[in-house]
Structure formats: C-alpha cells, structure tokens
C-alpha cells in the first residue's frame, strides 16, 4: 500500500481529471497499453475493488501497490501527459504539476529540485545533437549500412513532410541499436527492475521486448538519459501504428512537430548509447 495521504490523493485526482471515472484522455485501450509498459494488468482482477472505470481502478493501484513502484507510474504517466500537452497546446496547471511532482519525488525517494525548471519539447528540440558515427554502436557490421540508409531515409522523410514514416524509421534504428546494447549487456538489462517480466516472473527473452520496454530499461540503468524517455512519446509504441485501426483507437495523430522530436529523441539516444554525451 502506498504512503498517499487523503491530501496527496486530492491533488493527483485534480491534476489527473479523475471526475466521472476517467483518467486524463486515455481510452481503456490506451490506458491498458499505458500501463502494461510499466508491466502492470490494470484491466485485471486486483485493481477491480472499487469498480471497473479507470479512476476506480487507479484509486485500487494506489491503495495496492508500493511507493516505488505507484511513483515509478505517476511519474511516466506525468511525463507523457506534459509532453501531450505541449505539443497539441494545451494548457497545463504549473502549479498543480509541480505539487505532484513533488508528490511522485517522495514516493520514488528523490528529493524534488524545485529550482529547476522544467524542459520543454522545445528545449529539447532547440538542443544540439550529433549521430555519431556508427561504428561507434553496438549494432552488428552487416547492420550498419542498413541502419546508415534507414537514418538517411528519415532525413528525407522528414523534408517531405512524411510524419509516420519518419516516426516507424527511427523507432526501428533505436529498438535495433538498443537490442544490440542488451545483447552485449544482458545481464545489466536483466536486472533492472523495469525489465518486462512473463506470467511465471523470469524476464522476458530480449527478442521479445518492445522499444518502450528497451526506452525504461535504458534509462534506468544509465545508458540512456531522462530527457530521451520524457519525449519518446511518439516512438515508444510506433509498432502499434503500422496498423490503421490501432492507431485510431490510439488518436497518435503526428504532425511535423512530433515528428521532429522523434527524430531528435533518436539523435540523443545515438549519442548516448555511443557515449558521446556528458
């Protein structure tokens, strides 16, 4: 059971929108796939005390589960709705984030800089980055020319304004150059705790992870930064929207912007994975 006060609880149910049984703007669909990325069954029997819309289930979750892993969630679901927000210009509550911010910081045992300010899409965007080169990553020698015509396939892709071809060619580069860090480091990958686990517990074979997973697992063992997790938005799922009706259930409707991000949210990972960045 987690350490959320009646106080806490309000905060996050304003911030969240939780009147009526919803949960910000995700539909069951969403919000199942939202939370089987954190390896969590909402949709499953144990968070069914309360009812069966999405705010009963998420009051079970909290009610449930331990501070770590309800602030592991909160924090993802949070960094997604942001970044949403940003890039359909929506507003958001500032003061109303930074309190659940600093609401998930206690949860997950991190003192909350408040002095910080947060990055935007556009901060990140208006970062400068650099693919290294190629050789640098751990990617098979056969792979490499393949990923070379992929990268520059995207390039294209975005001048002509191809939003989702832009969006499926940079989440096959980086699944594939993640794939090939886990499969030199497995036993690290293993062990992080977002690792995606089967029905008997034992992580799952590396073949079968999704980008998403590869994005979690990444990020938490150093490899990658937070910033590429923030606004991997757009690519986390980008398998899911090779096929129209997933997509419509989704509502993922890229436009150029997002587009651009998932091709610098590419660029940042290249560079980290390669360790050219501080």
Request: aromatic share 8%; net charge positive.
């Amino acid at each position: 059971m987690s350490s959320l006060t009646v106080i806490d609880k309000r905060y996050l149910e304003k911030f969240l929108n939780m009147d009526g049984g919803y949960v910000l703007n995700y539909s069951d669909n969403s919000f199942g796939t939202f939370f089987h990325r954190q390896a969590v069954d909402i949709h499953g029997p144990k968070y069914q005390t309360y009812g069966t819309s999405k705010a009963k289930k998420l009051r079970a979750f909290w009610d449930t589960e331990n501070d770590s892993v309800v602030g592991k969630v909160l924090s993802a679901m949070i960094d997604e709705y942001e970044v949403d927000c940003e890039l359909n210009k929506k507003q958001i509550d500032k003061e109303l984030l930074a309190k659940v911010r600093g609401i998930v910081a206690r949860l997950s045992g991190k003192p909350q800089a408040a002095a910080t300010p947060t990055q935007t899409a556009n901060d990140f965007l208006n970062h400068e980055f650099t693919i290294p080169n190629i050789q640098k990553l751990p990617v098979e020698p056969l792979a490499i020319p393949i990923i070379e015509s992929r990268l520059a396939e995207a390039r294209i892709a975005l001048r002509a304004k191809a939003h989702l071809s832009v969006i499926f060619l940079c989440g096959s580069v980086l699944e594939a150059v993640l794939l090939g860090a886990a499969q030199k480091a497995p036993a690290q990958f293993n062990r992080a705790t977002a690792s995606p686990k089967a029905k008997d517990g034992s992580v799952k074979p590396l073949h079968e992870w999704s980008l998403a997973q590869f994005i979690d697992v990444a990020c938490e063992i150093d490899l990658l930064k937070p910033d590429v997790k923030k606004f991997s938005h757009g690519l986390r799922d980008f398998r899911n929207y090779i096929h129209p009706y997933a997509q419509m259930q989704s509502g993922f409707t890229p436009d150029e912007h997002t587009a651009k991000l998932c091709f610098q949210v590419l660029k940042a990972a290249l560079a980290s994975v390669a360790g050219e960045r501080k």
